[in-house]
Nanobody, 124 residues
Framework: VEITESGGGLVQPGGSLRLSCTIS????????IGWFREVPGKEREGVAA???????IYGDSVKGRFTMSQDNAENTVALQMNSLKSEDTATYFC???????????????????WGHGTQVTVSE
């Protein structure tokens, strides 16, 4: 299984960005796919995740601002980020839990396949 993220960049506070994640090499779509973000010196934070039934969960810091969606036919998930704040600046990673397909919260440890990350910078 391989994961590739895209869509990061520089945006002003209050702006929007859309991240995409493509998952390839897996025989079925029964995965939990999550978005995480990391800032140097801090623990990796779970942002959002969707399981194979379509159930989506969000981290408290992004609820109401970020929206996760999936396209099973294309094996892609997206993260629409609106009303961005400077504290959203981080490297964003897409990850897959390929064992059960269910999302057990937003802890990073159950996710066994990770992308290389894409940088999001929110600044004037």
């Amino acid at each position: 299984v391989e994961i590739t993220e895209s869509g990061g960049g520089l945006v002003q506070p209050g702006g929007s960005l859309r991240l995409s994640c493509t998952i390839s090499g897996h025989s079925d779509n029964k995965n939990c796919i999550g978005w995480f973000r990391e800032v140097p010196g801090k623990e990796r934070e779970g942002v959002a995740a969707v399981d194979w039934t379509g159930r989506i969960i969000y981290g408290d810091s992004v609820k109401g601002r970020f929206t996760m969606s999936q396209d099973n036919a294309e094996n892609t998930v997206a993260l629409q980020m609106n009303s961005l704040k400077s504290e959203d600046t981080a490297t964003y990673f897409c990850a897959a839990e390929t064992d059960t397909g269910y999302c057990y919260g937003l802890r990073a440890s159950p996710f066994d396949v990770w992308g290389h990350g894409t940088q999001v910078t929110v600044s004037e």
